[in-house]
């Protein structure tokens, strides 16, 4: 069974930091763009960060550029998400999605991925 599961989230304060997993099971991450994504209460689904399959590429929402990093390990079929400096307006589900093309190239669209995982909030709070 394929499969996307993400894990990390909890509660932090603002300016702190949270890394954010994303481990697949039933396939390999190798072949695959990953996109990690974002939905506030109210709010449309929000693309945060991607990474190509090689790991060459990586893209970032404005939102979160200079404060996101992303990273692959692909011995432990397992996607990152370092989330540093955050925000009140960090607070959100994050999601991670796999795309299957093995190229240079990823995208922070949503409706260009094919399996997602079920989520892990983020709460920033004082």
């Known amino acids: 069974q394929l499969q996307l599961v993400e894990s990390g989230g909890g509660l932090v304060q603002p300016g702190g930091s949270l890394r954010l997993s994303c481990a697949a099971s039933g396939f390999t991450l190798d072949g695959a763009a990953i996109g990690w994504f974002r939905q506030a209460p109210g709010k449309e689904r929000e693309g945060v960060s991607c990474i190509s399959s090689s790991g060459a590429t990586a893209n970032y929402g404005d939102p979160v550029k200079g404060r996101f990093t992303i990273s692959r390990d692909s011995a432990k079929n397992t996607v990152y998400l370092q989330m540093n400096s955050l925000k009140f307006e960090d607070t959100a589900v994050y999601y991670c999605?796999?795309?299957?093309?093995?190229?240079?190239?990823?995208?922070?669209?949503?409706?260009?991925?094919?399996?997602w995982g079920r989520g892990t909030q983020v709460t920033v709070f004082s």
């Open positions: 999605a796999a795309q299957a093309r093995a190229d240079l190239y990823c995208s922070t669209y949503s409706s260009d991925y094919t399996s």
